[in-house]
């Protein structure tokens, strides 16, 4: 077991710091466009909804991409995995720049059926505007993040994760408070970093390409082995989207005050998940490998670490969310009355973390064991079981702190148990465990 424990630790604490690239990226938003007020900041709930939809739904690209690399470096063919792996970076590329023009011109018809006021909606179609600029980037980012956990390399991926962090910070302060852009300082500098990151992914994978022998140039079979493999995973991260946007549309119905400390709720729940998607990313990697390798011992004592050690850092990170429930809304926005209302839904949002740690350190196995096709169809039912509980939020219509503990133990809890319940069931089987590259 000790030797399980060190492999997943030597891959999950390096990607701890690159799973949380993202959202700290909404983290600094958050706190800045916090500071400028409350309708900034909830235009920023409403932008950021539909933003993480569109890159969300692309999220295939990683996590289609680890498994493939890792069953090629287990099988020994690690040119195969390289290969694989590029041909996705190009999928990548080339869904994002139509992902981009397409969600530019249609920025208004997105921000539209949220239904907020006009000052609001004025925040968000600005903020979302510029944004659409940086996908491309980040679905590249997607797909060279995955080849390289998929080599079992976790560690590059942090310090790139690190490097545009510190570039988008200091990049935000300069457009928001030294030139006054407002919130499109936010988005504007959010889209530099995020391109930064790319250009150094491209030359990390251009020296694995040249290590290894592996054509840089898309090939039509690879494209379209990418995006099939990642046909299911699609929808299954649709159904985790539409839940996301269900509770985005219920939060502004409450109120504005409500939608804004929402979104600074689920800034903080990302920030965990990806946190906690360390160990699934981890998982991931060891389990193709491990299957690759047609090695189902060492299959099973990575599904049972993984558990143990998700599950104790859900307690950990949820006791610090919980504990901290009295200061954490200050530190995301200047309004006192709007942080009074956060503390009793933080406080449900940490007890919910553990149970999110089981969730998704199973979702990681089964991606690895490449059981998308089971996640997807889950996905839809997991979804169906959230609907009736986000719907009783909006016909009670609880507002102020009540409107906020509901929502959020309606999605961190409701939804969250849903997920736990049909994701045990399938660890229990051998189903996934198809060995071989």
């Given amino acids: 077991m000790k030797a399980v424990d060190r492999e997943i630790l030597r891959l999950a604490v390096p990607a701890l710091g690159a799973l949380i690239a993202e959202p700290m990226f909404l983290l600094a938003d958050s706190a800045m466009v916090g500071h400028l007020g409350v309708e900034p900041l909830a235009g920023l709930g409403i932008a950021s909804a539909v933003l993480q ?3 969300g739904l692309m999220v295939f690209l990683a996590y289609a991409t680890t498994p493939a690399v890792a ?3 287990g099988a ?3 040119r195969g995995g390289v290969s694989v792996g590029i041909d996705g970076i190009w999928l990548a590329f080339g869904l994002g720049v139509v992902l ?3 969600g530019w011109l249609a920025t208004p018809i997105l921000i539209a059926p949220f239904g ?6 004025a925040q968000a179609s600005t903020y979302l505007s510029i944004s659409m600029a940086g996908i491309p980037a980040m679905l590249v980012v997607f797909a060279a993040t995955g080849l390289l956990r998929g080599l079992q390399d976790t560690r590059t991926p942090l310090f790139v994760a690190v490097g545009g962090f510190a570039a988008n910070i200091g990049l935000n302060y300069v457009f928001m408070y030294v030139l006054d852009f407002g919130i499109a300082g936010s988005a504007l500098g959010t889209v530099v970093a995020q391109w930064a990151m790319v250009a150094v992914y491209v030359a990390v994978v251009l020296r694995h390409a040249r290590r290894t022998s592996a054509t840089v140039r898309p090939t039509r079979e690879g494209l379209r082995g990418s995006a099939l493999s990642g046909g299911w995973l699609f929808v299954r991260t649709a159904s985790l989207r539409a839940a996301m946007l269900l509770s985005i549309f219920v939060a502004t119905s409450l109120g504005t005050s409500e939608l804004a400390g929402f979104q600074i709720m689920m800034t903080l729940y990302s920030t965990a998940a990806f946190a906690l998607d360390a160990l699934a990313i981890a998982a991931q990697a060891l389990i193709g490998k491990n299957l690759g390798a047609s090695d189902v011992d060492a299959v099973r004592s990575v599904l049972a670490r993984c558990i143990v050690w998700g ?3 859900g307690v950990v990170i ?5 504990g901290l429930s009295g200061v954490l809304g200050h530190l995301f926005t200047g309004d006192a009355e709007l942080a009074a209302q956060m503390q009793p839904a933080l406080v449900v949002l940490g007890v919910s973390v553990p149970l999110g740690g089981f969730v998704f350190v199973l979702d990681g196995v089964l991606i690895g064991a490449g059981d998308a096709r089971y996640l997807a ?3 839809i039912v997991n979804l169906a079981c959230y609907v009736p509980l986000a719907l009783w939020v909006y016909a009670a219509q609880p507002t102020g702190a009540a409107g906020l503990a509901w929502l959020t133990a309606a999605f961190s809890l409701g939804y969250i148990a849903a997920r736990a319940v049909t994701l045990g069931i399938r660890s229990r089987t051998t189903t996934w465990m198809r060995t071989g590259a």
């Fill in 53 to 55: 939809t569109i890159i």
């Fill in 71 to 73: 069953r090629r470096l």
């Fill in 76 to 78: 020994g063919d690690e």
């Fill in 100 to 102: 981009a023009l397409l």
């Fill in 116 to 121: 907020a006021t006009a000052s609001v909606s």
């Fill in 311 to 313: 599950l104790w850092a």
């Fill in 318 to 322: 949820g006791a610090i969310i919980a």
């Fill in 377 to 379: 169809l889950t996905g």
